[in-house]
């Protein structure tokens, strides 16, 4: 088995996350356990794809959705993709299995309403975490960034003299995003009171938690549940919903589908467009006009 050359290849290669290498290697390992218990097979290396089906059905007796499923077996074709690249096998047990059908997942942005709430009304408290807390869901709200963009955002990032903000997404993919006025001034209070941190650990990190340690994902969904349920009923609130609700209220606005492309590091929004290039003078017009708390002259 060539799994952990595989892992190598993700990471060093094609420049993986390390969370989406886990993820991989959990879904592989996962099947290997199944070969291993079920069928007494060591090596999956040259298993036919009836034994791969044979898992799915396990999986979905399991009542585990198709999503996920599909998820999983993607992960494997992933692996034996790799097998041929580098001469293993010559024809992948999965070169004919069709992914199963799943329902599309609806994701409902929050309105403008539920925005100007949560960024105009409610009462931030006037210390380090509060002033950090808003300043975290207006640049989420301003620039559609990932919530690991976010948190690996670092202070040189933040370029005051050009109003833009350094990017690094996905496979440290960069890109450049426009930043508001209204979004300098907030940096500016908020590295006021960073500054006053009593120990700083991760200086190099823009965001921060009150002992002065880098943020950490769990922490970001909390902070994001806890200010929009003030002003939002829906059940899902979380990071990712903010950057739908920048990309949507946006094209609401007349912005157009290759420049959110870019704001937002896609290779695509649909299958069927033609991924375009903006300057970032471009960009930062589009993003003016068009965003909500733009500055529109």
């Known amino acids: 088995m060539f799994l952990s050359e595989f892992i190598s290849y993700l990471t060093l290669e094609k420049n993986y996350s390390a969370h989406t290498v886990k993820a991989y290697q959990k879904d592989i390992l996962e099947f290997v356990e199944f070969c291993k218990s079920v069928y007494d097979v060591d090596d999956i290396d040259s298993v036919e794809y009836a034994l791969v089906r044979n898992w799915i059905v396990v999986l979905a007796e399991k009542q585990i959705n198709n999503r996920t499923i599909n998820r999983k077996i993607s992960s494997l074709k992933a692996y034996y993709k790799f097998l041929q690249k580098i001469g293993v096998s010559e024809v992948s047990p999965l070169s004919k299995h069709k992914a199963l059908k799943t329902s599309k997942k609806i994701e409902i942005p929050f309105s403008e309403y539920e925005m100007e709430r949560v960024l105009s009304e409610i009462e931030y408290t006037a210390d380090f975490e509060g002033v950090r807390d808003e300043l975290l869901i207006h640049v989420l709200y301003v620039t559609g960034m990932r919530r690991a963009e976010i948190i690996s955002l670092k202070v040189a990032d933040v370029d005051f003299a050009n109003m833009t903000i350094k990017v690094f997404g996905k496979r440290s993919k960069e890109r450049f995003v426009p930043m508001l006025l209204e979004t300098k001034e907030k940096f500016k209070v908020y590295l006021e009171n960073r500054s006053a941190l009593a120990n700083i650990k991760d200086d190099a990190f823009m965001f921060l938690t009150i002992s002065g340690n880098k943020l950490y994902e769990t922490l970001v969904y909390r902070l994001i549940k806890k200010y929009f ?69």
Do not use: C, M, W
């Not at 899902?236 to 937002?264: C, M, Q, Y």
């Not at 033609?274 to 589009?286: G, P, Q």
């Open 229 to 297: 349920r003030e002003v939002s009923f829906k059940v899902k609130t979380s990071p990712h919903i903010l950057r739908h609700t920048f990309a949507t209220h946006l094209l609401n606005k007349g912005a157009d589908l290759n420049a959110v492309k870019e704001l937002l590091g896609h290779s695509s929004l649909a299958s069927t467009q033609v991924y375009t290039h903006n300057s970032i003078a471009e960009l930062k017009k589009v993003h003016a006009n068009a965003h909500p708390r733009g500055d529109k002259k």
